[in-house]
């Protein structure tokens, strides 16, 4: 039986590997200003929320 040898590629192209490393980093910055630009209307829902009873907090209506 002949013993089959793996030839490394010569190539200076991008590899798989950082491909997906590189889609990863930008989609999770993109997450990330999302995220941020979001913020002070996630506050505002979470204010209202709590005002009008919604939420964690003791419960005053009954």
Same mark, same amino acid.
């Given at each position: 039986? !002949?013993?089959?040898?793996? !030839?490394?590629?010569? +190539?200076?192209?991008?590899?798989?590997?950082?491909?997906?490393?590189?889609?990863?980093?930008?989609?999770?910055?993109?997450?990330?200003?999302?995220?941020?630009?979001?913020?002070? +209307?996630?506050?505002?829902?979470?204010?209202?929320?709590?005002?009008?009873?919604?939420?964690?907090?003791?419960?005053? !209506?009954?």
């Amino acid at each position: 039986m !002949r013993a089959t040898r793996r !030839r490394k590629r010569e +190539g200076t192209g991008v590899t798989a590997r950082r491909v997906l490393a590189a889609q990863l980093a930008v989609t999770g910055g993109a997450v990330l200003a999302l995220l941020a630009k979001e913020i002070p +209307g996630i506050v505002r829902e979470v204010r209202i929320w709590r005002m009008v009873g919604l939420g964690p907090g003791p419960r005053r !209506r009954t």
